[in-house]
């Protein structure tokens, strides 16, 4: 894997990774307010 | 709702995972970048999404400011919405910075750079993060007030980023849509940018529609609290006048 697919990879991961941490943060809440 | 909010879900999801296909594997790579261009597909719809959640929030700000002493239960309603989009709008923001920080790497061969695009953007994510800490932080009456008018001054950057690139020599390259003539990418690249716009869009918009849920019913529970504590002060005045 050359240094832009390492880039890429990184990008997409990244992208991923901080939606899914900001969505369990919002699935807590959710949560909390339903009770 | 909740039939409605799963199958958007479901089309959300498909709609992702398409994109993600066409983008890594359909569409062609950059003559020039070669794969690392690929990035563009998560950096584009990052910057629309951040567009459409800010504007949002201008939107209920201003509505908030105009309605607050006449109509308490919109007020709410566009407090809790401008919270949750101001939200999703810092995670696009942030998630726009940090590939464009890869992307520059790769092709630049730096992370980062004080240009005018990279700087006013980093400037906009900084003011919706103190908007965010200020409605943390910040209590009583006139916290939303305060909030709705930050939030207005907020926005005054998002125009001001747009056209960086349009006003000044930057290190970030020119408009790519809506430019200069001979902007643009190749047609065959266009669908990796409708996919994943509409599919990253799709998942703000069932994110934000969930954290706007729950904050008006936290918002909700706070006033109806405020509201039964106010009540049972006045009984108690108006028992010791009697």
Known sequence: MDMGHTHLVAAYAVTIGIHVVYFAYVAVKYRAAKK | MKALRAVWLLATLAVLAEGFRVAMFVVPPDSQQGDVQRIFYYHIPSWAGMGLFFAINLACSLIYLAVRNKN???ALKADSLAVASA????V???IGLVTGSLWGRAVW???WTWDARL???LVLWLIYV???LLRRFAA???MRTLAAVMAIFGYLDVPLVYMSTRWWRTQHPAPVFGGSTGSGIDPSMMPAVWWNLAGWLMWGIFVASLRYVSEYRAQKAEQDEALRMLDMQQHELSGARG
């Open chain 2, 87 to 90: 939200e999703i709008g810092v």
């Open chain 2, 72 to 74: 308490h239960s919109l």
């Open chain 2, 140 to 142: 009583g009456p006139q």
């Open chain 2, 92 to 94: 696009y923001c942030l």
């Open chain 2, 119 to 121: 700087t006013s953007t």
């Open chain 2, 130 to 132: 103190a908007y965010l």
């Open chain 2, 109 to 111: 061969g730096i992370w």
